[in-house]
């Protein structure tokens, strides 16, 4: 009960698009009954991540991460090879500190599109959750999005139920 989870990313764990309370992390914590810390940073990514990776471990000492990163290196053009390899990277460094990991994929910038193949195949290769669909979906609801790119309350609703979802059915509560 005490423990503490952290959800690593980009401006949708930031919550850009409705206030803080209303970001995923913020509704998380009050359906898991946990403290959720929200260390989102808007434009990041997963480069940057990686960067800043070890000083929010160290800052916050989590007892499990989520991680949702890519989306802006989709929208920068970066080769998906690449965003995977850094993805991989935080996965294995986090997991070398013996913090479980949760990822969640973000859908690729198109006019019909989904969660790129890459976050699936990362979480087999490393046996851990994985939500594909709840961003996708969201964003796919003109009622749930607050852009093009990012949901609304009701958005950030939706994809913490799944994320909480997805840590009951691994076991995390």
Same mark, same amino acid.
């Given at each position: 009960?005490?423990?503490v989870?952290?959800?690593?990313g980009?401006?949708?764990?930031?919550?850009?698009?409705?206030?803080?309370?209303?970001s995923?992390?913020?509704v998380?914590?009050? #359906? +898991?009954?946990?403290?959720? $810390?929200?260390?989102?940073?808007?434009?990041e990514?997963t480069?940057?991540?990686?960067?800043?990776?070890?000083?929010? $471990?160290?800052?916050?000492?989590?007892?499990?991460?989520?991680v949702?990163?890519?989306?802006?290196?989709?929208?920068?053009?970066?080769?998906?090879?690449?965003?995977?390899?850094?993805?991989?990277?935080? $996965?294995?460094?986090?997991?070398?500190?013996? +913090?479980?990991?949760?990822?969640?994929?973000?859908?690729?910038?198109? #006019?019909?599109?989904?969660?790129p193949?890459?976050?699936?195949?990362l979480?087999?290769?490393?046996? $851990?959750?994985?939500?594909?669909? +709840?961003?996708?979906?969201?964003?796919?609801?003109?009622?749930?999005?607050?852009?093009?790119?990012?949901p609304?309350?009701?958005?950030?609703?939706?994809?913490?139920?799944?994320?909480?979802?997805?840590?009951?059915?691994?076991?995390?509560?």
């Amino acid at each position: 009960a005490g423990a503490v989870v952290l959800a690593f990313g980009d401006s949708l764990t930031y919550g850009t698009g409705a206030n803080e309370a209303e970001s995923y992390p913020a509704v998380l914590a009050q #359906l +898991i009954n946990r403290k959720v $810390i929200r260390a989102g940073v808007p434009g990041e990514t997963t480069s940057g991540g990686l960067a800043r990776l070890e000083s929010v $471990i160290q800052e916050h000492r989590p007892s499990l991460m989520i991680v949702g990163l890519g989306g802006n290196d989709m929208l920068r053009k970066v080769a998906d090879a690449e965003i995977k390899a850094n993805l991989r990277t935080i $996965i294995q460094t986090i997991r070398s500190r013996g +913090i479980p990991v949760v990822l969640f994929g973000v859908p690729k910038p198109a #006019l019909i599109t989904s969660a790129p193949e890459f976050y699936a195949e990362l979480a087999k290769e490393f046996g $851990i959750p994985y939500e594909g669909k +709840i961003v996708t979906d969201v964003l796919y609801k003109p009622d749930q999005k607050s852009d093009s790119i990012h949901p609304n309350a009701k958005g950030y609703r939706r994809m913490a139920e799944a994320i909480a979802d997805l840590l009951k059915k691994a076991g995390a509560l």
